[in-house]
Structure formats: C-alpha cells, structure tokens
C-alpha cells in the first residue's frame, strides 16, 4: 500500500458509508424537503464515483458489478412503469395513484404511489450515472502526449 | 441583519476567488480558487435560508460540500495519473511521469 | 428571557464579523499571495476560521435542533473534507513539479521543469 | 428585519449573483484552456444554482448542483482524459456567423421582454393560474409537504416517468457507444461485463 | 410605470439573454467538440434560469408547505367552494389591492371565465374518470369537448410587497413561489445532463476515429475522405 | 377497468415498459433473434393498438386520456383527434414494418454484442416518436421528443462501424438537436409566462386570441425550435449526413417518421396552441415560413441531383418535401392543411419504402453509391422494383400515393388563389424527375460492373415488409378514401378549433 | 465486527440527526433499512477496516479537536494578518516532518491537522517523512508541529490500549 495517498484514501473511507447514507436519507425525505429520487441517485453515484476514484475503477467494479448495474437500470426504471401499469390493472389511469387506496381518506395511495415511483427514479438514476462513469473511467485512453 | 452582513462577506470573498480562478496563472491556481469557491458557496447557500426565513433546507449546503469535494479529488486524479480509473493504493511508479507547468 | 436572546445575538453578530472578515481575508490573500503554495494557505484560513465561524453564528440564530444538526454535519464535513482538498491539490500541483517559492526574497528554488 | 431589508438583501444577492455569471460566461467564451473551462463551468453551476435557491427553487438548485457541478464535471473531465486538453486556435470566419445569429435570437427575446408581467409579480399569468392550483390542491388531495414534489411525482408524474426514460436512455446510449461491442481506435474493447469484475 | 421601475421588473430576463447569447455563441462559433457541449450547458442553464425567474413571486417562499401550513390549506379551502373559497381567502387576507401592472394582463377574462373545474374537487374528478360507462367518459365529444374542461380559476390578488418573510412563520400570510417551473426545470436538467452524457461518448469515439475534436479539422479530413472509399475504422489514430 | 379505456396509453406504456426488458436480453444467443422478435412483437401490439385508436377516433370523436386521473389543465392529457391517430399510425406502422425488416441488415452492421441494446433503443426511439405525437401538454411533447432524439443520436452513431463519418453526423446532430429543443423549451416559457398553463387546449383557451410579444416570441421560438428538428430548410444541415451514415435500418425508420413527427408538431402548435387567426401567424406564413419552404424545395433538390450517395440524395429530397408539407401549411386554408397532412403520411410510406430499398442495396452490395445501382434491375430485380415504384411514388406519377399529395396540393394552392404556388409544386417535381430518374437510369439501363460478384436478391424478411409499403403507397394512391378524407376532416377539426 | 456495530450506530444517529422525524415509523423504517444497506455496502466496498471506521481513534478525539481549534485560531491570525499587511512578509518554507503516529488514521489525522492549520499544508506523504510547506518562518515551527503530532499519537494510545 502506498503512502503517498493515504490521506485521501483514509478520509474516503470514513466519508463512504455516511455519503450513502446522506443519498438514501435524500431518497425518502424527497416529500418532505428538497430532493427526490433523482437527485438521491446522482449522490449515491457520487459515493461509488469517489469510491472508484480513490480505490480504482476495478476495485469499484468488484463491489458493484456492471451486470449488477443493468439490472439495476432497468428495474429501477420499471419500478416507475410498474407502479403505472399496477395502476391500470387497479382500475385507475396510468398513475393514477389513488387507485392504490381508493378508500383512504389520507391519501395513502398517492404517497405510496410517490414513494414507489421515487425510488425507481433513485435507482435508475443512480445505476446509470454509474454505468456512464464506468464507461468513460474505464476505456483506455490513447493520447498523443502533444495535445495534453 | 446580521445575515445580510455575512452574506454580503461572503459575495465579496467569492468575487476575489473569481478573479484568481480567471487570472490563474497556473491550472492549480484555478483549482484552487474553484475549490475556496465551492466552500463560500456551501456558507452562502446556509445563510440564505435564514435570509428568506426558511433554514431547513441545509441539505443543499451538505450536497455542496460533499460535490465539492468530489470535484477536487477528480481533478487531482485527473492531473496525477490522467486517468479515472486507477487505484491509488498501489504503488506510485505506474503513475506516469509528465512534468509540466501549466502556465498560461 | 430578553437578555438571554440578546447575549445570543451579541455572539452571532460577533461570529458573523470574525468569519466574514475571516472569510473575505482569506479571499484577499488568495488574489494577493506571490505563489500557488503561499495562496493555499490564505484559502486555509476561509476553509476554516471563516466557514466554521459563521456556521457556528448560524448554530446560535437556529431555530430548531434539526438545523443545528445539519450544521454541525455541514461544519463536520468542512472540518473533514477540506484539508483533503488543499492536500490533494497541493500534492498534484507538488508531484507534476511545480516548486513553491522559498525564502524571505521569494525565490524558486527548483524551477527546472 | 423588516421586508424592505430582505427585499434588498434579495437584490443584492440576485445582482451579484447574475454579474458573476455574466463574468464567468464571458471568461468562458474567451478562454481556450479546455481544463479551465470545465471548470468555470462547474462554477457556473454552483452560482446559478445559488441562484435558484434565491429566488425559491430549492429542489432546482439541489438538482442543479449535483448535475452540474457534480456529474457533468467528472463526466468532462473522464471526456478530457480520453480526448484532449486544449483548444486549437478559434476558426475565422464563424464568428460573425455566430454572433449574428445570438443576437437574433437576443434581440427576439428582449422584444419579447417588453410584455412580460413584472419580475417576482404574483398576479402575473404564469403565477396566478396553474402554479397557484397547485399550491392550493397539493394540501388536499395529496397531502406531502414538497409540493415541487407532489406535482413532479403524482400531478405531472408521466413527464417524470419519461424523464426517467431520458436518463435510460442515456446511459443506452452511453454504453452502446462506449461499452463492449463498440468500435475503437486500434484495440478492441474489453469485454468488461461482470466475469472481468469479479475476477 | 417609469424606465427605473421598468428595468429593475425585469434585469433577470435581459441577464438570462447575454447568458443565453454567450451559450449560443460558443455553441457556433467554437471548433472545439468539447467547447460546443459546454457552451450547450451554459445555453440550456440560462434558460432554467429564465424559466426559475418567471416563478419567483416577490415575498415568497420555497413551495414547501411551512409547518402546519398544510392543513391550513386543506382545511381553509371547504371541498365543496373549491378554488372559490380559495380565493376568497386571498381577498380577504389583503383587502383593497389592485392586481399590478401588466400581471393584470387576464385578469377580465379569466375572472369571467366559467368556473366548472373550479368547482371540481377531487372526488368528482376522479369519479368522471372512474364512472361507469369508460367510453363514454374518456371520449369527449368532437368539437366542444374543450372549453367545459378548461375552465379558470380566478386571479387571486395578493399583495407582495407587503409579504414578508418573517411572515413565513405565520402561517396564514405564507405566499409560496410558483412550483410548476421547478417540475418543469427538473425534467429539463435532466435531459441536459443525459445530453450531455451522449455528446461526450460521441467525442470520445470522434477522438478515437479521426484522432482530433476540432470540427475544421475533422471536416478537411471529411472532405479528403469523401470520394468513394469508405473509412476503415480509426485510420487516422 | 376495461382494456378500451386503457387504450390510449397503449402504443406508449407498452414500448416503455419493454424496451429495458429488451436490454436484458442476451445478445449473442440465436443470432440476437430474441430481442429482435421480442421487440417485432412489440412494435405489432404497438401498430394494432395504433390503428384501434385510429379507428376510435375516426368513427367516435377524439379522446381524452387523463394521466394520473388528474384532469388536463391539472394534470397532463393525451388528447388524440385525426390529426394525431393519423400519425400515430404512421409512426407505429412504419414501426412495425421496420423492426421484422431490421434482422438482416442489422445483423450485418452492428456488432453481435449490441443487438439487444440496438433494439432497445429504437423501441425508445418509437415510442418517443409516439409519445410527442399522442400527447396534449405541450411541455410532455418536450420530454418524448429528446427521449427520441437521444437514442436517434446513438442509433445514428452506430453507423460508425461501417463509416466513421456517422460520429460526425450524429454529433452534429446532437448540437443541433440540442439548441433546437431548447429553442423549443424557451418558446414553451414564453407561452406558459404568458398563459399560465402547459395544456395545448388550454393555452388557446387561456389565449382567447390575445395577442401580445410574449406570445409572438413563443411562436418564432417554436416553429425555430421545431424547424430545428424536423430539418427545415436552412436548418437542414444536420440531416443529410444523419441519414446517409447511420445504420440502414435506422435510416428507413427515421426518414420515414422524424421529421413527420417534427412537422406535425409544427402544424398542431400553430393551429392547436396558437391559432392561426393571430395577424403574426399569417405574417409569418407569409414571410417566414412560405419562403424557407419554396426556397428548401429548390434548394434541397437541386442539391439532391448532384449527390453521389443515393441515401444522401434521399436525404436532401426529404427537406425539399418538407418544404412541401410546410408550403401547404403556409396557405393557411384547410384544403392546404388536408393536403400537408396528407403528404406527411404518404411521404413517410415512400421514403420508408426507398430507405429500406436503399438497405437490401446495402446488405447486397456493400454500398450507399450511385455506381453500386449500376444494372440492379437485373442483378436484385425485387428490390430494384420497389425503389422504383417508390421513387416514381415520390416523384409523383399517377396511380401512386406521391401523385395524390402533390393533387392535393395543386388544388389547394389553385383554390387559395395561389397559381403561382401551383407552378412552382410542379416545376420542383421535375428536379425530382431528375434526381430518382438517374438512379432508375442506372438500375435499368446500365449493365452491373463486369467484376461485381453475383449477389443474391434481399432475403424475404427484408422484402415482405417492403413489398407491404410498397403496396401500400399504391393502394393509398388508389384508394383515397382512408387518407385524404381523413385528412380533410382532421384539417376541419385543426381549423375549427381555430375559431 | 465491533466496528460493523459502531459504523452502524454512528449511521442510524446520523439518520436521526438528519431526519428529525421521530414519530414517523415509515422513514424510521425506511431509516432502518438505509443504514442496514449502507452498512452492507460499506463492508462490500472494504472500507469497514482500521482506516475506515477508525475506532481506536475516538475515544479522545474530541478533546483533540478542542486542542486543535485553538490552534488553528492562533494561526489564522497570524496568516490573516500576513493577508492583510501593507507589505506581506512572506518566507515560505519546506520542512520535512517525522511523524511520530503509528496508525494510517493516526498519519492522516495528523497530516489533516497540518493543513487544517492555516500557515502549514502537508505537501508530500513519503514513507518515514512528510513534506510540509509553512507560509513564514514563525509558522515553520517544528517543535510545535511535533507537540501536534504527539497529541495524535497519544490518542492512538489511548483508543488501542
């Protein structure tokens, strides 16, 4: 292990797990106060950016394996489509929340509806803010060293 | 009124680190003034929730910070090793050596 | 109850003018420093004297526990992220060979490339 | 503090705010270090999303600042890492092009300008008709504090189902372009799915 | 209204257009790939900035219900009044105000306007949608199908120069910014940053193939290249 | 809740919902048949949903959906009249035409391990195709419109492994798309600021014939954004490249519904939102956008003789017939709404059959050149028909679809008091002669290169599909009824709901 | 897994501070379920070791932290004053520190103390030495940088013994 970093390195580490935490914490606070699904993603990206930056992008790949991440899009993505197409098949509109509960007087059907299509825009928006940086981190450069 | 005192402190402080973020001379220089910036900002964004009278949006000011501080460690990656993707725990002699100075 | 809240404005207005100037010295130290080394520590003193200051003038004017916690995250934070931040810069900058001026008359000492 | 005060507190961060992004923006358009660029732009975003939170939108600025100065930065920078550095000298002959063209589009936007309801007036169209609805049935019918939220989520709720398409879609594109399978330079290109990983 | 007045209601915008305008100028007139996706973002942020300022209301406060706020909304405002009640409330909160200057702009047709939706609460709402015969419901008839839908609620005249912040702790002067703009701003920054993903994987792949990013460059060697053969890939790197 | 009710969101929840399924769908197996006939299913249930709204439609009234049982003001609409089902039809039948189409020539341009995401992005672009068409809140048209133009700018770089220059195309493409969509966004701030609503219907509403600068700007900002987008003339430049670079089967796709789609918008925002009653509307028909039409189907015809790639001279002839659709607009009258809306739809069936042609060419023989045509007739005389029926069909020869809009707009002009707008139809369709006439030239008259290598002609899964479009730009040229007096009624209901 | 407890702990108290709901058993839930991932995906990314949770640190910290503040107070006054002068007298200096810390946390933390410290900034981490660049020769003060550095190693002590 080389020293030369270690400042970083130990700092990051100590900084990962609450930096997640702060994403997630965004993530269902999103009715309550500024932020949401999407912006909960982009920290949560952010946590694994600097995970990778600081460890390596192979080292982060490790931990959150590209197929991993795919899933991950794409399920996030459906949570939003599904909880639209439960509502169809519940007898309301396309998200029409409502029908989730229609007997609730406190609208629970339109919080659920919001909290299951927050959480699908988190983890969508968060995988593939992953996926693109994986894909620009992890291609090889080849630079002439004159345009540097 | 104390805050109006602050903030405007802070304006201040944020236009001299303008200037050395556009004077540079050297690409550090800008990186430094845009991190120093990114700091005023995270303070500024604190104190116009008490301006406007509503401070429980705070969690823009720790966003900031911790985007900050990000962007820096990316910069620093970008400069050492001109790539995002290696690790910092092996050994620095894979690092490659280029020796510049960046002034404009 | 009344002096109570003075004595705690008294503080924030006391805060707020230390890390102000704090702030906007540290500001004019980095447009006025000869050097890259010499500038980081002017940006030094607004990371800390004057962030931390006026967070903590911010503490005292709070108006529940919940927005002195999330200052004292942010201020936490600060506290951790920023001599990172210096470090990494000054470490690249340190690395890629850019010498810092040494000396009372300021001179480069390595300015070989 | 009286409401006078705040309002020229508000103008005076608005105004400092705005001349440093006009300052910014110009240093970017002269400028032709790439690097200092990306980083004035990151810049560009904190203000203008210091901006926002001054004129309300705390949920904008929260985006902004983490697309911005956040993503698009590091997303600049790997772009830099795998292209170049540094801008070759400006081609002559297109900025007059340039320039009229930006000042068509001004001059459209400054007429424009001269009918609009007042900055900040509550009674204007856009502020009294549907943004006032919301304000108003966010409490009853869906009953979450954020209304930015309530309308994003349930009231307009397919725009934000499509903007989450957008951003699949994006990163299909990114990995169609970049990802196994795409043509590059000399090399082929890894073939990094999970086996690689994991390994 | 007097040139001071007049320039100090709207410097947001003329500053939102030399945004603008420097955006679309390093959109065309810079060679540099790089340089014309940043000078995009610098396009697209000024327009959220204009589109941000069109919601601002002088003395308001982020569209996030203060505390107890909410129920005060859900309660003031009767099921069955509607909007009308709502209305009535802003009326009376700030008596014998004018709506100003050109905001007043529909305020004649609007306040005539037929009232129908402002009547709806949500339960008729939902059960026109929900009622029995679908069809029928979800098909409006041809030509009229649009006015009885669209309907105005009226101009609610607010005072704003006397709301004032600390105001905000008292709940019923609350005056909340306009939050379609942000929904809308949302969606826009996101698009954005998802163009700005797409555009920088294609200069990457640009770099790779033509081995510059400098569009005069990458036209001559387009021009070199235009007569019949087609490019194996990355012939120039 | 019954399916029927349901219908409307259909063509667009269906592709959403599938299209990341397809991206997880292995790519390599069966030769990427799986998501290949994953998404070929889809895109019929899209097509059947399509053509059962269009029929809804023609024989009910016009429907409204409302998203999230919010209704539209509040919420967002689909509002779904003539005008729409019409192009939704097109879109999706181009669609479901398309994708069956696709294998073969995909198969031989894109890399195995892509397949599954290639499919994946042109159901998204379909559906963001779709989705702009079908929607009544004009910001929703925002959102699906750069859902289809982000994944139109990869598809268009996919092209790059055949020539590299499909990178520059796309990008250039991404730039202008970008700026055009903003436009879009800016013209949309004007309009809200100045209404206070984002529902098509209600922006008029709200309007009430208003006339202020605020909506004057709007409107430029609009039809500039969308001009942008839809590739009218002197913002065209991004197209041709797009459409000769990029992956055949995605050239046929886009060629035949883009720019349609782009037009359509134009035409429901100017009758729709703004209402064409406005003294500016009629100035900018006038003077703004009669002019660029005139001048794009000159220009881009002229252009289009000269090309030397056949996708490229397509290309080019699809902005100068752009500049038809918009000239017809231009009159103002509804005989010249009817007939643009006409010849969107037909345009879109003839370029989508010359495209396709264009792609069996490319599997076959390797190449977009004009040289490569040389003696087609004998060597792939299937194909070789089909792209001249289509190009006859685009030139305008009776007995084709191309001949009934270019009617159309004959008589449109003549019965708006414009002969001289008749002339000049006629004197552009003669540059069109010219152009498809040297590609017929070739295929038939000329003898292959004596060391060109047999070839084979298009395998059957690329010809059904254009064989069916072909039929069908001879079966709506003879038959009128489906689209012309549809056409006409959907005019009438634009126009009506202008006063 | 002592410190899979305590990173545990400091999350489920950092959701609480954030939080401020107490009477909401959903975000309690949804806080439970955070943490519960966080630490899951902390312990994949292997960041639960010594450097990460540095538990051998924290039982003394906290009056090191009131140490440094003083500190740090003292030395922006000086840098200020240096900002602020008519004519600056600068006299920037390289030092090479021994640092007297045994852990990687114990390294870092004094390091960070250094930079923290307006006037000094850590430059360079080599094995056995740092690089430290001081604005003025009162700042180079090198028995009062290793007075620092022996408080850190003090609280490695403490927390390990």
Redesign the interface.
Known sequence: MSIEHLILRVVIKIMFAPILLFALYVQFHGD???GGG?QAGVIFAVGFILHALIMGLDETKRVMPIGVLKWLMVIGFLFYAGTGVATMLL???LL?Y?AIDPASTHHAGQHWGILLVEFGVGMAVASTMMM?FY??AG?EP?I?DEDW | MMFAVATAAILVAMLLALVRAFAGPTLYDRVLAGNSFGTKTVILIGLMGY????PD?LDISVLYALLNFASTIAILKFFRYRTLSISLEGPSADAPKFEERDVE | MITLDLIRDIASWLLFILGGAGVVVGAIGIVRFPDFYTRLHAAGITDTAGAELILLGMILQAPSWLVVAKLVFIGFFLFMTSPVSTHAIAHAAWVVGLRPMLGADLKREGDEP | ???AE??NAGLLI??SL?TM??LV??V??RSRQ?FA??ML?GI??LL?AA??VS??????AF??AA??AG??TV??L???L???RR??P??AG??P???L???L??AA??YA?L???????????????????????????I?V????TA??ASY?GF??L??TM??F???L??IL??GAG?????REVSDVEDEDAKS | MDLVAFL????????F??????????????????????G??????S????????????????????AG??????HG?G?DAG?GE?AAHGADALPGKD?????????D??LQGDFE?AG???ST??G???GAP??Q???????D???D??A??P????D??????????KAAEV????????????????????????????????????????????EAI?NV?EF?E??A???A? | ??L??QL?VIPIIVPLVAAPLAVLMPAEKMGGRIPYIWTTLIAWTVFAACVAIFY?VAT???????LG?????IGIEYRI?LANALVLTLVSGIGALVFPFSYESIRSEIDPRQINLFYAALLICMVGLLGVTITGDA?NV??FL?ISS?ST??LV?MG??????A??A??NY??MG??G??FF??GL?LL?????T??M??V???L?G?N?RMVEAGFAFIIVGMGLKAAMFPMHLWMPNAYAYAPSAVSAFIAATSTKVAVYVIIRFIYTVIGADFDFASAAFAWLIAPLAIAGMFFASIVAIFQSDVKRMLAYSSVGQIGYMLFGVSFGTEQGLAASLVHLFNHGLMKGALFMAAAAVMLRVG?H?CSGYAGLAKRMPLTAAAFIIAGLSLIGVPLTVGFISKWQLLSAAFDSGRPWAGFLIVASSFLAVIYIGRVIELMVLKPAPENAPPIKEAPLSMLIPMMILVAANIYFGLNTELTVDLAERAAH?LM??GR | MVRTIVLAVALAGLWLLLSGYFDKPLLLGFGAASVILCVFLAHRAGVLDFEGVPTGLMPGVFIYWWWLFVEIGKANFIVARQAIAIEPKLSPKLLQVVSPTKTNAGLATFANSITLTPGTVTVDLEPGYMVVHALTEALADEPAIMDMGRRVAALENGGDA
Not at chain 4, 55 to 60: E, H, I, M, N
Not at chain 5, 194 to 216: H, K, M, N, S
């Open positions: 309550y106060g500024p999407f007898g309301g509109n029409g409502d693109i894909h620009f291609r080849e002439r | 301006l406007t009278g509503r949006f | 503090m009286t409401g705040i309002a608005d105004l705005l992004l006009v923006a110009y970017m358009v790439l660029i990306v732009s560009y975003s203008s901006f926002f004129l309300d939108a705390v949920d904008v985006t902004e697309v911005g993503v698009s997303l600049m790997g772009a830099m795998l292209t170049t801008e070759k400006i081609i297109r900025s092009v340039a320039m063209v930006a000042v589009v001004g936007l400054i300008t009918d609009m309801p007042a900055f900040g007036d509550a009674a204007s169209p856009a502020n009294s008709y549907m943004g006032e609805v919301y304000v108003e049935r966010t409490a009853k019918e009953a504090p954020n209304i930015v309308v994003l307009r725009d934000t499509g903007e957008v951003i879609t994006a990163g594109g990114v372009l970049l795409s043509a590059r330079g000399g | 100090a209601e709207r410097y947001n915008y003329w500053i257009i030399v945004l603008m305008m420097m955006g679309l100028y390093i959109v065309i007139a810079r060679g540099n790939l790089i340089k014309k996706l940043i995009l973002n610098v396009f697209q942020t327009v959220f900035i204009y589109y941000i300022s069109i919601g601002k209301i002088t003395g308001g406060t982020a569209p996030i219900y203060v706020d909410m129920e005060r909304w859900a405002a099921h909007h709502g709506p100003l200057g050109a905001g007043a702009l529909h305020a047709e609007t939706l709806n609460d949500l709402l939902t026109e949608a929900h679908d069809t419901a979800v098909h409006a008839a041809p030509s199908g649009v006015n839908l669209l105005a609620p101009l609610k005249i607010e704003h120069a006397s709301a004032v912040a600390d105001a905000a702790h005056v909340y910014s306009n939050p379609l703009p942000h929904v809308l701003i949302l969606t826009a920054i996101v698009v954005g940053i998802a163009t700005t993903a797409v555009g920088l994987a294609l200069v990457v792949r640009i770099r790779e193939a033509y081995g510059t990013i400098e569009e005069d460059e990458l387009d290249a019949g087609t490019h890939k990355g012939a790197a | 809740m019954s029927l009710a409307p809804s009910v009234g016009p429907i409204s959906y409302h049982d919010w209704a539209p003001p009249d910001f925002f959102v750069e982000l700018y990869a770089a790059a492994n055949k020539d590299r220059r990178l520059t796309a990008f991404l730039v970008t700026i969509a903003t966004v800016i701030g809200y600021q100045a209404t206070g984002l529902n219907a209600d008029k509403f709200q009430a208003d202020n190449s050149a209901a009506g709901a």
